[in-house]
């Protein structure tokens, strides 16, 4: 018999791949979403992702997408409510070669990963001649403004349509949340780039996105902090064989030890648990 699955309004089969009907506005759109450990993965290239990005911001569908790591993963064994955000969102993307090696140890190879970091770029350079609008939410005082600043310089004719770095304890404030939805809803964006960190930018995507109503919001960590400068990337060749944590861990010992060398090697039971049904 066939084991089946279920997560919020997505759902997918023990047996790999199901072809998901996904309403774009008036559009149907069909994607491959796969059973992966503790949830599903939508397995696109990035050109895929991008064209249902860009499908869902021409039909104003308020949507959410999530680059997915080994961290989120471990998360969402324990963290009820943030399995339920990923679960719901409209895509939900593998980030981090831990990931891909472990769907090709499942026999289950994922075909592209898809961080944060570089999606965001992609996405002003698609957005610059198209008009898209895009808005840079989080990250310390100032930084949001500067990493808005570089991308409408690398690429010509992106509209900023607003930065905003919020205070300490704002998620706990209900009057600056209500300030944050004025201020996201006035400012009429495409495109909404949420870098606070797991899960607060999860949360507060998923409780106030139908409030603000921009059609795409993006959780993208430290990315904000990436492109203006703030912190640094490994090197590309670092990057490519799946070495960023080290370089990250190497950089920020003390705020990257506990993630990386006790919290993230929770996904050697969890690899094991979840082996037998992917």
Same mark, same amino acid.
């Given at each position: 018999?066939?084991?089946?699955?279920?997560?919020?309004?997505?759902?997918?089969?023990?047996?790999?791949?199901?072809?998901?009907?996904?309403?774009?506005?008036?559009?149907?759109?069909?994607?491959?979403?796969?059973?992966?450990?503790?949830?599903?993965?939508?397995?696109?290239?990035?050109?895929?992702?991008? =064209?249902?990005?860009?499908?869902?911001?021409?039909?104003?569908?308020?949507?959410?997408?999530?680059?997915?790591?080994?961290?989120?993963?471990?998360?969402?064994?324990?963290?009820?409510?943030?399995?339920?955000?990923?679960?719901?969102?409209?895509?939900?993307?593998?980030?981090?070669?831990?990931?891909?090696?472990?769907?090709?140890?499942?026999?289950?190879?994922?075909?592209?990963?898809?961080?944060?970091?570089?999606?965001?770029?992609?996405?002003?350079?698609?957005?610059?001649?198209?008009?898209?609008?895009?808005?840079?939410?989080?990250?310390?005082?100032?930084?949001?403004?500067?990493?808005?600043?570089?991308?409408?310089?690398?690429?010509?004719?992106?509209?900023?349509?607003?930065?905003?770095?919020?205070?300490?304890?704002?998620?706990?404030?209900?009057?600056?949340?209500?300030?944050? =939805?004025?201020?996201?809803?006035?400012?009429?964006?495409?495109?909404?780039?949420?870098?606070?960190?797991?899960?607060?930018?999860?949360?507060?995507?998923?409780?106030?996105? =139908?409030?603000?109503?921009?059609?795409?919001?993006?959780?993208?960590?430290?990315?904000?902090?990436?492109?203006?400068?703030?912190?640094?990337?490994?090197?590309?060749?670092?990057?490519?064989?799946?070495?960023?944590?080290?370089?990250?861990?190497?950089?920020?010992?003390?705020?990257?030890?506990?993630?990386?060398?006790?919290?993230?090697?929770?996904?050697?039971?969890?690899?094991?648990?979840?082996?037998?049904? =992917?």
């Amino acid at each position: 018999m066939e084991a089946e699955y279920t997560y919020g309004t997505n759902y997918c089969r023990h047996v790999g791949v199901l072809e998901k009907q996904v309403n774009v506005g008036d559009i149907k759109m069909t994607q491959n979403r796969k059973k992966f450990m503790n949830t599903c993965i939508d397995d696109l290239t990035l050109e895929e992702a991008v =064209n249902h990005i860009e499908m869902c911001i021409q039909k104003r569908k308020i949507s959410h997408v999530i680059t997915l790591n080994v961290d989120q993963i471990v998360r969402m064994e324990w963290d009820k409510r943030f399995r339920k955000i990923c679960d719901t969102c409209e895509l939900l993307l593998v980030d981090g070669h831990p990931l891909l090696w472990i769907a090709k140890f499942y026999g289950m190879p994922f075909k592209q990963k898809i961080c944060g970091s570089d999606l965001v770029p992609i996405l002003c350079e698609l957005a610059a001649p198209k008009k898209y609008s895009v808005f840079f939410l989080g990250a310390a005082p100032g930084v949001a403004q500067l990493a808005a600043n570089i991308m409408a310089k690398k690429y010509p004719g992106l509209i900023i349509a607003g930065t905003y770095s919020p205070p300490l304890g704002f998620d706990k404030d209900e009057n600056e949340i209500k300030h944050i =939805n004025e201020m996201l809803y006035a400012s009429q964006a495409d495109m909404l780039f949420v870098g606070m960190g797991v899960p607060k930018q999860d949360i507060f995507i998923h409780e106030n996105m =139908n409030i603000y109503q921009i059609p795409v919001s993006f959780s993208i960590g430290g990315t904000i902090d990436f492109i203006a400068g703030k912190q640094g990337r490994a090197p590309k060749w670092m990057r490519k064989i799946g070495f960023e944590w080290l370089y990250r861990l190497i950089k920020d010992p003390r705020r990257m030890v506990k993630r990386y060398l006790v919290d993230d090697l929770k996904i050697i039971r969890l690899i094991f648990k979840y082996r037998k049904i =992917n």
